[in-house]
């Protein structure tokens, strides 16, 4: 008898194991059974596209980004698995304005098929009185607009037009989605001007690894300097680092900054080439510039991320910032 109740115990437990696995998504993964049981999928590029995207259609797609954390998008290149993520995707949604670098080809060719792929920024693509353009004599746009958190609310109408439009029957849920959130999104813009309007005036100064931030910069009073240029790809010479360190020294910065995707060895060498100098400045925080943060933290959400950019920045250049959601 000992027997048989020890290989019934061994049985219930191997059955124990094999049942939740097949009977629904394995909760470690992260997918929520909506997610599974969505009657459409939708991709976004990047993660700041993908929240919001998110935020608008609940649950009633599920949502999957293709560049994850911590990720350069300028640098990325699709992969044989991105190819046929998009290509199974009901609805894809990119930056726009050639943010994704090497993933653009793939894109248009997509756009081609009838699919609906949208740019997110075709809003504004028009606006020549908004958009920047780049310092390096490319002729290219700056991408960077989800940086101006106003200038990023501008995404929600073309998300809203293309979701109903795929799927009207849904259409005032998508509405009423992106009413909420832009409410969230109008209380975050306030939160950072007032934050950086604290920094002392001479110090309101931001240097960064690359230059993402002008969009951020023009929308909340602060001069932007960035070692490398719009894209990644660009590098910094020797006499970009020796005028940035005298720029430094000159103006008695305080801190500096580092970004999540990019290197930290020219922000190093700023700090250390301003030591050298007599200006002692400090790492003032790392930024999340064309990635969010970690996947299921409060920073690897739009908001979050703007929060965290904010209110890291204006401690570190002497201002008051309580943090968004404090």
């Given at each position: 008898?000992?027997?048989?109740?020890?290989?019934?115990r061994?049985?219930?437990?191997?059955?124990m194991?094999?049942?939740?696995?097949a009977?629904?998504?394995d909760?470690?993964?992260?997918e929520?059974?909506?997610?599974?049981?969505a009657?459409?999928?939708?991709?976004?590029?990047?993660?700041?596209?993908?929240?919001?995207v998110?935020?608008?259609v609940?649950?009633?797609?599920g949502?999957?980004?293709?560049?994850?954390?911590?990720?350069?998008?300028?640098?990325?290149?699709?992969?044989?698995k991105?190819?046929?993520?998009?290509?199974q995707?009901?609805?894809?949604?990119?930056n726009?304005?050639?943010l994704?670098g090497?993933?653009?080809?793939?894109?248009n060719?997509?756009?081609e098929?009838?699919?609906?792929?949208?740019?997110?920024?075709?809003?504004i693509?028009d606006?020549?009185d908004?958009?920047?353009?780049t310092?390096?004599?490319?002729?290219?746009?700056?991408?960077?607009?989800w940086?101006d958190?106003?200038?990023?609310?501008r995404?929600l109408?073309?998300?809203v037009?293309?979701?109903?439009?795929f799927?009207?029957?849904?259409?005032?849920?998508?509405?009423?989605?992106?009413e909420?959130?832009?409410e969230?999104?109008?209380?975050?813009?306030a939160?950072?001007?007032?934050?950086?309007?604290?920094?002392?005036?001479e110090?309101?100064?931001?240097?960064?690894a690359?230059?993402?931030?002008q969009?951020f910069?023009?929308?909340?009073?602060?001069?932007v300097r960035?070692?490398?240029?719009?894209?990644t790809?660009?590098?910094?010479g020797?006499?970009d680092l020796?005028e940035?360190?005298d720029?430094?020294?000159?103006?008695e910065?305080p801190a500096?900054?580092?970004?999540?995707s990019?290197?930290?060895?020219?922000?190093?060498a700023?700090?250390?080439?301003?030591r050298?100098?007599?200006?002692?400045?400090?790492?003032?925080?790392?930024?999340?510039?064309?990635?969010?943060?970690?996947?299921g933290?409060?920073e690897?959400?739009?908001?979050?991320m703007?929060d965290?950019?904010v209110?890291?920045?204006?401690?570190?250049l002497?201002?008051?910032?309580?943090g968004?959601l404090?």
């Amino acid at each position: 008898m000992n027997f048989y109740n020890t290989v019934l115990r061994l049985v219930s437990a191997i059955l124990m194991m094999i049942i939740p696995t097949a009977c629904g998504p394995d909760p470690a993964s992260g997918e929520a059974d909506s997610a599974v049981e969505a009657s459409y999928q939708v991709v976004g590029t990047v993660g700041m596209i993908t929240d919001v995207v998110r935020n608008v259609v609940g649950e009633h797609a599920g949502v999957e980004g293709l560049i994850g954390e911590g990720v350069d998008p300028h640098l990325y290149k699709p992969t044989r698995k991105d190819v046929v993520t998009l290509n199974q995707a009901d609805v894809v949604f990119y930056n726009g304005l050639r943010l994704e670098g090497a993933m653009t080809d793939v894109l248009n060719r997509l756009a081609e098929t009838g699919k609906p792929v949208r740019a997110v920024t075709e809003a504004i693509l028009d606006e020549s009185d908004y958009l920047l353009e780049t310092e390096d004599g490319s002729a290219h746009t700056d991408p960077h607009v989800w940086m101006d958190v106003a200038g990023w609310m501008r995404a929600l109408p073309v998300i809203v037009d293309t979701l109903s439009a795929f799927d009207p029957e849904n259409a005032d849920v998508y509405q009423r989605n992106a009413e909420v959130y832009l409410e969230k999104l109008r209380g975050l813009d306030a939160y950072a001007k007032e934050a950086i309007a604290t920094i002392p005036p001479e110090k309101r100064v931001l240097v960064t690894a690359h230059d993402a931030f002008q969009y951020f910069g023009r929308a909340y009073g602060l001069e932007v300097r960035g070692i490398q240029g719009i894209s990644t790809e660009s590098e910094a010479g020797v006499r970009d680092l020796e005028e940035l360190i005298d720029f430094i020294v000159e103006r008695e910065l305080p801190a500096v900054f580092v970004e999540s995707s990019v290197g930290d060895k020219n922000v190093r060498a700023l700090i250390e080439g301003a030591r050298a100098r007599g200006h002692t400045v400090q790492i003032g925080g790392t930024l999340y510039s064309d990635a969010m943060g970690p996947g299921g933290t409060y920073e690897g959400t739009y908001i979050g991320m703007i929060d965290h950019n904010v209110t890291t920045i204006t401690r570190a250049l002497g201002g008051e910032a309580p943090g968004f959601l404090q």
